[in-house]
């Protein structure tokens, strides 16, 4: 991630990334890492539009099987597991699916 070009504070650069990873894994058809190496912060914006529709892409366990992360310090982790699972209650209730019990994403 350190290495993009795009940035890595805006929405806009977050979709083309995303673009790009599905590009290269539809024509490798293989896992993809996403090292954050040297990357101390990114935006809550950047991971959902990035991590967050991936998933919704993908499915959890697709993205899973897809893409390895790794190197994120534990404010970049907290940041995509919040977006990531932000994103994954948006999709099960669009798709009908009511979970008003979200206690699982808080720490208590």
């Known amino acids: 991630m350190y290495d993009i070009k795009y940035g890595l504070g805006t929405i806009k650069s ?3 990334i995303r ?3 599905i590009n290269i ?3 490798s058809n293989r896992s993809i890492t996403i090292d954050f190496v040297n990357i101390k912060i990114l935006s ?3 991971a959902d539009e990035l991590l967050g529709k991936l998933v919704v892409e993908f499915g959890y366990c697709g993205f ?3 893409l390895k992360l790794k190197n994120m310090n534990s404010t970049i982790q907290a940041i995509v597991q919040r977006s990531i699972a ?3 209650m948006e999709s099960m209730n669009g798709n009908g ?3 008003s019990n979200t206690s699982f994403l808080s720490k208590n």
């Open 14 to 16: 977050a979709e083309k």
């Open 19 to 21: 673009k790009d990873l």
């Open 25 to 27: 894994y539809k024509q």
């Open 44 to 46: 809550s914006s950047f």
């Open 64 to 66: 899973a099987n897809i």
């Open 86 to 88: 932000q994103k994954m």
């Open 97 to 99: 699916i009511n979970h």
